[in-house]
């Protein structure tokens, strides 16, 4: 739905253009003076958030044109340019900051899931993230995860059932949990479960979850249940999780292990440097 | 205003209970169970955004509790209790991901801030943020930046004249810049002037300029500009911008500039590791 | 979320207190006047909606309590009471008809859906809903459905992959869509496809679909095909759908398929009867 | 106004569209797929929704194109073609089931009312809805009803004095009831009193009620009501409300009542069928 | 509704508390200060707003307390109070600014009434307000003309047929209109019709308009015309409206007319004055 | 951004069109009369608002057009045409009052504020607003008074520290107060303090407030203390404020001040004579 990028934009742009709105642009800069401005990249990253910004340009001022030069997903070096705008010269610099801000955070993010995703190529497993995301971001963050080249886990608490410790603590065990899930869910949820022994863990095959999350284990640990789980039933999709930088996660995909979730791909994630070139014209 | 907050938690907690909501929590935890929970630090970190968690906690149940037991601003080490919550367990697990989401994210913003706040003591030099934030969190991330020991920068495009380069192309240099701003200003508004050469300095406060960026100076062309500078207008306060990071703060600090602007308050803040620990109760 | 309720309240309440509000009652019920009411059953009926309606009190008027007297699920007969309320008849008034158009239609939705459980009771097949709700209803008509002892199919296009005619016909077949689906699909979402032909269902079970959907199937075909597809996997989840209703699901459940979708629980419910009386006190 | 619809249709589709939104499409369906579908009635009925379906369109993407075939009230049989769509695959498939949700709602009342409508033809009297509407529906509901051959009663509290029972109790009779009314109403608004008996009617007229409502009458009483009304006051409107039926309503009708409102115009209306056939293009 | 104020009170808040909110009281204010405030007239006047400054100064912070002294419609002297408020110093600075312009607008709206109602007392007209309103603020205007002893006219375009010149021309005529809308219209609502002469009069009088406006005529007119109306129709409703100002008002109100609208009710009253005292305690 | 203005317009419309919407229009118009208006002065004015008339229009029907034909800030005296519209009657009816509600207020501000501008002529003294506007149109009223040829003061409670009598009394005085301020603001928000004194006046200059509030002086004593200021700190800018009107006001401005504020530009300000002439079409 286009409409739900709308209210994002807006309380983006409401925290630059409140009170007497962009003083500096209106005092300076001539009313009727147009331009074209350039958007480009300042390091090598993987491009997310052009879409955004042309609604930010598009909501301050509705006469200016938005061009992305490079796809959603695409690669740019230093330099590169990414997209090119035309329309009022105020209009631009209104808008420069907050179109900047979503695609250096999001370009930054698939930029990281890019690293990611090389470090693991090869192997069985596909990185995803998690839920700590930005509030108020999370459908972008979670596509530029994908345009890195990562994987989603699922989006809130609707799509999975995932049942943690404190699941497990409430509802009396492995068992006991998997079971009342299995009772209560409709035919087609998946049911994942958190286990931190190799006892939990055959409780959870022997008791059918779909998904097993193994979590905080080291290395050899992992793969030590990765092959107990893949001789109990070769089925069940194993996940790792718990602290898995760009430095470990290769290690860890080598365990195995189909799934790895890390939240470095979001919070972790540092923004990318992006500027905009403002060319004026009479 | 309080009412500003709601609609921000509203959207963060949207992301994670549309359709089903917590089918996990629901379908695995008993629907009396109530329990007592603490949100501990997992790192030293300099404490913001328990209000905000308050406010998702009551969004989601309001019949549950929240005590913080650290102000906002204050520090904490390795397993430091930050808040103690009590209430229904299925909603304590339901608000636990988007209260520790804005926690982890603003914590990280004032953390950083107290990095750099350190770093200048002593010196004349206050390091401030900028508009690099992330979209629907400015009010909260400008806040953790006072927290941690910083300043602020302006909030939005209202309520400070700051002429940048591309106002400076567009209006025929700093003079006429500064000049039609000041002609159309409200008598209260102060105006800056980015400045990248000696001559714009002096051209800037020969027009009378409250205040003056030195942008992407090195540190003895400040210091140069600083003293030309002060010798001219002792009043005008001096701000160094432009790529300045906590490895370099201090020697710009040393310069003699008054204000330091810095996105890696925002920005380039690493999220802080923060968790909840439950305990139910019969 | 507790704050989801409260957008669709006001946009009910809306559609009577617009303009000058509600003039019958402040010109003819004495501003102090304070009452009791009930909230009757007028007919047998599975009840649901009650939270909805204390919730349309508390817009109206804060001031007022609102006591549920059967549980959400609970049954009644004619002439039980379902709530208590108390408070400024004025209040009362103003919310009357709001108040009931939640209870009649939601209660309606679960006594239908009774109907339906009770039909299947001992078979293997569980009846559930579809996506053929009332716009901006879904999640009380679905809940409506679980509490009137039914099971709910998917929420939204986002918490399963189900690929029905116009998908195959895009994507080139069964085969085709369903390796599309798991090429792209996060690891725990499930995949259903709609077939019409044996040929069809043995190419969805070969390539691994998680659940087959057999659309517009009679009576003979479907107890064959669910055969084949027994023979075939037996994990494999089999749904009967397309215009199944009361008459119709029994015959259709001991045909020994799992699932059975009907769009009759939700848009073919009745409303039932339900009214508010008033008791005005001193 | 036409931005009334676009809140209701947000609303329709965010049930549809949360999270990863519609991921068979995405996943099936090649992302430049561009199409044909039509909307066909698989019934007889009288057609309502096309306005609001073309908006949910638009609002999924605006680069849709939709075709209205036959005008909002016209009447439509099995497999006549309702509308025609054009645009990209994927968002019509987005769009197809909240589009035919409000359809099949809206032609189910406005081809209910045509039903009623035709049952009293011949007669003084005007079938008219009531305030029994689904929350959030009652501007387009009431539409249809008018679509359908029938009339309104009033929109909500506020365009009416309509003093019921519990009315009459709190100011203590039907004359001081109206009295107030009168003393307290616009110039403009119209008083109509429920009414149970001959003395209460007698004295409603007597009191200068511009309407009186003879609610739960059999047809007898009415007829001899209506007579005694008629010979007291020609100008006086009467109305027949309560549990009429498409059965009862022609009975009803020819008693001689101006008006009967039944809420089986909205909350009986069965929905009907519609679907949608799609042919893609290359 | 209580909840249709908050819409209202939150976006005349958001006007003060963009940005960096109340910077003065937060920086000159010690944080626990806790104070005592009076509202206080500062002229004659008919009170009107308490309710709504109530509201601002809960969404400002809910833990201070407001309590009215006048009723809503009483009358208060030069230096009477008007409210007392109790809670945080910083608080109440940052809400009076938004509470008195609530307050001295709407008084000023019923104080203007008064004036009106009391030049037209002892004849049988009613003096009543428009749609001249400000935008916004129509439910509170209107509200003040009520207090202030004057009457309502229609709220919006939707609870009277008011037929002006530019539907007279387009429709072809009184007769014309008047027919259409006595067909169209449902049995409760009124038709009224503008008229500019005799024959325009007799006309709508013969084609049974429930209310007759009276536009621009001078009072020798007007008189001669209400003459008629009666003679023709006793019933008729008779309304002056056109420039009516509280000098030309009784003169009017002589003539014979049952209703006088003026939008000197609304857009023509004063603001009157009022003041916030504060008292800090320790 | 545009945006801002779009819930202006549709909460303002939303007071004209609930319920049955504009019925009169819709039942006494033609469907398809399509027509040309104009929207003429009725006095002499300073133009504000047109932009508001076109998005109301379009807020109403998008396929209508609306040509300003003057800029806002133009003037026009009466029977001048303001704008032209064309489209669907029936649209133009229904956003008639609407339109014109904000452009009389508006304009109304804007001539106002033109009086008062020429009241100062050649004096040293700008004018300018205050925050007493009207709850939710402060944007357009402040615009409107530059349009008028006066001056902004702060937007709002956000952009300048103003240290009023209750934040002196809070603080301990002008010293304390201003101190506090200069230690927390940013370096580019200015401080502006009230005095009521000349001791008071003389501290400030002394502790560096940036603007001094000389409030509700007598002229004599404005320009006293204007002569004391200026001996002292040549810099210091000077504003006169409290009860000044288009009587008082030139004798204020020749007293020196820089600044005098009046709510008499806002809150004083009578609404201007504005119509709309329709001119159908076949």
Known sequence: ?????????RSALAEDLAGYGDVTSEWTVPAGLRGRAVITAREDLVVCGLPLA?????AVDSETSFTALVEEGGTAGDRDRLAEIRG????????ERTMLNFISHLSGVATQSRRFAREVAGTRATVVDTRKTTPGLRVWEKRAVVLGGCGNHRFG???LVLIKNNHLAAAGGVRRAVEKAKAARPHYLTIEVEVESEADLREAIACG???IMLDNQGVDSLRSLVEIARSLEPRVVLEASGGISLETVRAVAETGVDIISSSA??????AVDVG?????ED
Chains 1, 2, 3, 4, 5, 6 share one sequence.
């Open 1 to 9: 739905m286009e409409n739900s990028d709308i209210a994002l934009v």
């Open 54 to 58: 042309a609604t930010v340009l598009k």
């Open 88 to 95: 009022s010269v105020r209009s631009i610099l209104s808008a």
């Open 157 to 159: 608490l609707f799509d």
């Open 209 to 211: 979850a779909d998904v």
């Open 265 to 270: 791909l979001t919070m972790g994630a540092p």
């Open 276 to 280: 905009l070139t403002l060319v004026t």
